[in-house]
């Protein structure tokens, strides 16, 4: 059985910093990326950020610059420095696994950007 797990949502204000952690165990086979989607309430989920086995990464415009996203193959986790938190921001964030046999979905956590 596969678990992803995100974790570090929360509330912060305009302008400060988050940083959320995925984690992935079970019978996955080679994960070869990882990506980080958001959905605010009543919009599409949108890719934020991927991170590749080979250390390839690709940003979404609207973060480019303020958030960073790394990977750790070894323990199949995945990181995500947000700076600069804006309103706009807010929504649930979802861990994305991509392997050889299968894609997979973590729950999701929220993450508040609110004065």
């Known amino acids: 059985q596969v678990q992803v797990v995100e974790s570090g949502g929360g509330l912060v204000q305009p302008g400060g910093s988050l940083r959320l952690s995925c984690a992935a165990s079970?019978?996955?086979?080679?994960?070869?990326?990882m990506d980080w989607y958001r959905q605010a309430s009543g919009k599409q989920r949108e890719l934020v950020a991927s991170?590749?086995?080979?250390?390839?990464?690709e940003y979404g415009d609207s973060v480019k610059g303020r958030f960073t996203i790394s990977g750790d193959g070894a323990n199949n986790t995945m990181f995500m420095q947000m700076n600069k938190l804006e309103p706009e921001d807010t929504a649930v964030y979802y861990c994305?696994?991509?392997?050889?046999?299968?894609?997979?979905w973590g729950q999701g956590t929220q993450v508040t950007v609110s004065s």
């Open positions: 994305h696994v991509r392997s050889y046999d299968s894609t997979y």
């Open positions: 079970g019978s996955i086979v080679g994960i070869y990326a």
């Open positions: 991170v590749t086995i080979h250390g390839t990464r």
